[in-house]
Antibody, heavy 121, light 108 residues
Framework: EVQLVESGGGLVQPGGSLRLSCVAS????????MTWVRQAPGKGLEWISV????????YYGDFVKGRFTISRDNSRNTVDLQMNSLRAEDTAIYYC??????????????WGQGILVTVSS | SSVVTQPPSVSVAPGKTARITCGGN??????VHWYQQKPSQAPVLVIS???DRPSGTPERFSGSKSGNTATLTISRVEAGDEADYYC???????????FGAGTMLTVL
């Protein structure tokens, strides 16, 4: 069974940093691209980033503007999201997700339960 | 970057057919994916690459595309289908995925 478990969320002050981590199990992690998506309270889904199977390629949503960095460690089955210069509008539930097709950027077929990040003073 | 547009809400009676659209200039040139999200739950992929049903998606769910509009069709709608539905596309002009704003499906 595929499982994705996020950690590292919580309350952070504006301008601060936070590192989210997602540990994966139940599939061959190194064969799949991994994605982060967020959802602000009462709002829609917002795609953040995707990272390739090797970690060599990553793409980001326009709103990131260099503030977030995605990375992965295939030896530990983890994908991280480093978030810097956080703003109140970054307050959201952050989801880690597994892409559906091995070796290719593709829609996400398994999602974590999500973790709340609150940016507030 | 491009924009994809969904109606904010769709209402349908049980047993009838619901159609949710996703429009935009990029639709005709890229695969469209659909997610269902129920309150306080993570999204679930229900249609990928315009028409493909992942395992576990009921056959009542189907996808189609014509020109710059994609449509998610739910036949014989049930109360349990009430949810938010999001379309997603890869915007090759800016190398990022885009979500539509979402459509709230209400079963009357």
């Amino acid at each position: 069974e595929v499982q994705l478990v996020e950690s590292g969320g919580g309350l952070v002050q504006p301008g601060g940093s936070l590192r989210l981590s997602c540990v994966a199990s139940g599939f061959t992690f190194s064969n799949y691209s991994m994605t982060w998506v967020r959802q602000a309270p009462g709002k829609g889904l917002e795609w953040i980033s995707v990272i390739s199977v090797s970690g060599a390629f990553a793409y980001y949503g326009d709103f990131v503007k260099g503030r977030f960095t995605i990375s992965r460690d295939n030896s530990r089955n983890t994908v991280d999201l480093q978030m810097n210069s956080l703003r109140a509008e970054d307050t959201a539930i952050y989801y880690c997700a597994k892409d559906s097709r091995a070796g290719a950027f593709s829609p996400a077929d398994h999602w974590g339960q999500g973790i709340l990040v609150t940016v507030s003073s | 970057s491009s924009v994809v547009t969904q109606p904010p809400s769709v209402s349908v009676a049980p047993g009838k057919t619901a159609r949710i659209t996703c429009g935009g200039n990029i639709i005709g040139s890229t695969g469209v994916h659909w997610y269902q999200q129920k309150p306080s739950q993570a999204p679930v992929l229900v249609i990928s690459y315009d028409t493909d049903r992942p395992s576990g998606t009921p056959e009542r769910f189907s996808g189609s595309k014509s020109g710059n509009t994609a449509t998610l069709t739910i036949s014989r709608v049930e109360a349990g289908d009430e949810a938010d539905y999001y379309c997603q596309v890869w915007d090759y002009t800016s190398d990022q995925y885009l979500f539509g704003a979402g459509t709230m499906l209400t079963v009357l």
